[in-house]
């Protein structure tokens, strides 16, 4: 999401702030009111996905503002088939806000898909800093955390520490000047979690078309920020339908998979095969931002047969269904409905 259309050798690009922090502070407001209740371009050609069979990975979403337990429902009707995963934010204004997630927990209490929760390593205190998280100051924090899940029936939830860490919207971004100290601390957010409620599974992900400012490699992402095969259960790959990964045509799709200027879809799942992890998409969706590809069915075709072919690592995918601004890309949308009608029909059809 940079602010100038990317090129094939354009240096790294900066990103505007991430609008997912402004979501999950709604979210978790949201969900303390409902404690106690219920809660793209047109590509001409073949797919594996023709004779699309239902999948056999874990497939989700995110539902954004209409996150509840009765939503879920009614986005399991929408798609004639019940979310098998939810993904949720904790807040990071505060290091109470990295415990401020219950509420939502209390709110989809009984849903027995599996639940992706995206845990801050740190917040946006000024005093925070990532060689404390990585000392173990912080440790009862994620304790917390690990105990909170547990108590509200998550004991096997997907746990995404650190994510998109190559990009610069979040305290803990990261760069080739403090690769070592992030690594660190998602090592020990990671260790503490699983010492703690040890069914509990950790995910670590990137932004897709994105590199590491600073790095020595296109993939430098991947191997300088990586917390460790001994913390790590999958490795994933967030990926959305803009600037360096947009994919109007086929040739675009194919230039996706593996960007000029950062990781892709393709070096994520190479990466998890080497090291024998799960592989994660618990972010994917349209853009209708500038550089965005819009209301592209082509997208959620290709994504299919993405998943498809790598059905072998798949352990979960989750779509970004959230109509707000800047991204607006929703297929179900809640109760106002799609705003991307082509793109839902197909992807109603596949999933």
């Known amino acids: 999401m940079t602010t100038t259309p990317p090129t094939h050798t354009a240096p790294l690009q900066k990103l505007p702030p991430d609008p997912r922090p402004r979501v999950v502070v709604f979210l978790l407001t949201l969900a303390l009111v409902l404690v106690g209740g219920v ?9 594996a996905s023709d004779t699309a069979a239902p999948t056999t990975w874990v497939s989700g979403a995110f539902l954004s503002e209409h996150t509840t337990l009765s939503n ?6 929408w798609r004639n088939r019940a979310p098998e995963a939810l993904v949720i934010y904790a807040a990071h204004e505060t290091w109470a806000d990295l415990t401020g997630g219950e509420g939502l927990m209390i709110t989809l209490a009984g849903y ?5 929760f995206s845990l801050p390593p740190l917040p946006s205190e000024k005093d925070a800093t990532l060689a404390d998280v990585a000392a173990g100051k912080y440790d009862v924090t994620y304790q917390t955390v690990a105990d909170q899940l547990a108590r509200h029936g ?24 403090n690769a070592s100290q992030y690594q660190a601390a998602v090592h020990r957010v990671m260790g503490v979690l699983k010492a703690r409620v040890p ?16 790095g020595r490699s296109r993939t430098a992402a991947l191997e300088d920020l990586y917390p460790g095969d001994d913390v790590t259960d999958i490795v994933g790959c967030d990926h959305y339908d803009s600037y360096a990964v947009r994919a109007m045509t086929p040739d675009g799709w194919q230039n996706a998979l593996r960007p000029p200027n950062g990781v892709g879809l393709d070096d994520v799942a190479d990466f998890a095969r080497a090291h024998g992890k799960g592989l994660g998409v618990p972010e994917w ?14 997208f959620i075709r290709h994504m299919y047969d993405y998943f498809e072919a ?12 959230e109509p707000s601004e800047p991204t607006r890309a929703a297929l179900w949308g809640g109760p106002d409905g799609t705003i991307n009608p082509r793109a839902a029909e197909v992807y109603r059809d596949l999933f």
């Open 39 to 47: 809660a793209g371009g047109l590509i001409m050609q073949k797919h």
């Open 310 to 321: 790598n059905r072998d690592i798949l352990a979960v995918e989750a779509y970004f269904d």
């Open 154 to 177: 998550f004991g096997n939830a997907i746990v995404r520490v650190g994510w998109e860490a190559n990009l610069d919207w979040s305290p803990w971004s990261a760069t080739a000047a």
């Open 112 to 116: 027995d898909g599996t639940l992706v």
């Open 199 to 214: 069914s509990l599974r950790t995910e670590w992900d990137l932004a897709c078309g994105r590199g590491l400012d600073g």
């Open 285 to 298: 969706g349209l853009s209708n931002e500038q550089f965005g590809g819009g209301d592209n069915p082509g």
């Open 72 to 77: 879920a429902v009614e986005y399991g009707r």
